[in-house]
């Protein structure tokens, strides 16, 4: 079946600090991969996706690279600041879009 | 690009009463919009599937007596939570479904809604 596997938090980081939050999953067929941000009291907000195979995603600064050999979608960027703190969701899709599997959300503080 | 709204972005309600939450496609049609449920530093939960015209399909433990749905048109889907008690209380996000092709169809995310219920 399809699931996705999201590093646990939370994480706190200082500013300017990298950031990785691992995310790995497990799919049948070819799906698209989703990085979604939730700040304090918020919805959710798109920030990157990548619908094949050696596609990078990227925005704002994050980057997130579909690797079908390692099954992962790791997001990363290289200097984080005090705004970037909010929970991150990875989350696979179908082709078909009818069903949608959120991993369980990394929390992100980031400090001055 | 595709934006879902909906209304209202947050709501509190007295024990016993019933609150409709409304998911819109804006810029485009939806027969099929999708109705999660997210607690308190928890990931989202799918709910059910609201198809247009037709009945919603409901997850499993999902009361659909209790969480009446229906999508009465292509850019409209509503969300009655009947008779709610504080254990409704919850973050309620819609989604929506672009066709964008034959073979790519995705979702788009409204900004939630949440209910406390008093």
């Known amino acids: 079946g399809n699931s996705v596997t999201q590093m646990e938090g939370p994480v706190t980081l200082s500013e300017e600090a990298f950031l990785t939050i691992n995310c790995t999953y497990t799919?049948?067929?070819?799906?698209?991969l989703f990085w979604y941000v939730q700040y304090p009291g918020e919805g959710l907000q798109l920030l990157l996706k990548?619908?094949?195979?050696?596609d990078k995603g990227s925005n704002k600064g994050f980057e997130a690279t579909y690797r079908k050999e390692t099954t992962s979608f790791h997001l990363e960027k290289g200097s984080v600041q005090v705004s970037d703190s909010a929970v991150y969701f990875c989350?696979?899709?179908?082709?078909?879009?009818?069903?949608?599997?959120f991993g369980t959300g990394t929390s992100l503080t980031v400090i001055p | 690009g595709a934006v879902v709204s909906q209304h209202p972005s947050w709501v509190i309600c007295k024990s016993g009463t019933s609150v409709k939450i409304e998911c819109r496609s804006l810029?485009?049609?939806?027969?099929?919009m999708f109705w999660y449920r997210q607690f308190p530093k928890q990931s989202l939960m799918l709910m059910a599937t609201?198809?247009?015209?037709?009945?919603?399909?409901?997850e499993q433990g999902v009361e659909k007596d209790k969480f009446l749905i229906n999508h009465a048109s292509l850019t409209l889907s509503t969300l009655t939570v009947t008779s709610a008690h504080p254990e409704d209380s919850s973050f309620y996000i819609c989604?929506?479904?672009?066709?964008?092709?034959?073979?790519?169809?995705?979702?788009?995310f409204g900004p939630g809604t949440r209910l406390t219920v008093l």
């Open positions: 989604s929506a479904l672009l066709i964008a092709s034959s073979s790519y169809n995705e979702q788009f």
């Open positions: 799919a049948t067929g070819y799906p698209s």
């Open positions: 990548a619908t094949k195979a050696d």
């Open positions: 989350a696979l899709s179908t082709n078909t879009g009818n069903q949608f599997y």
């Open positions: 810029d485009f049609q939806a027969t099929t």
């Open positions: 609201s198809n247009e015209g037709s009945k919603a399909t409901y």
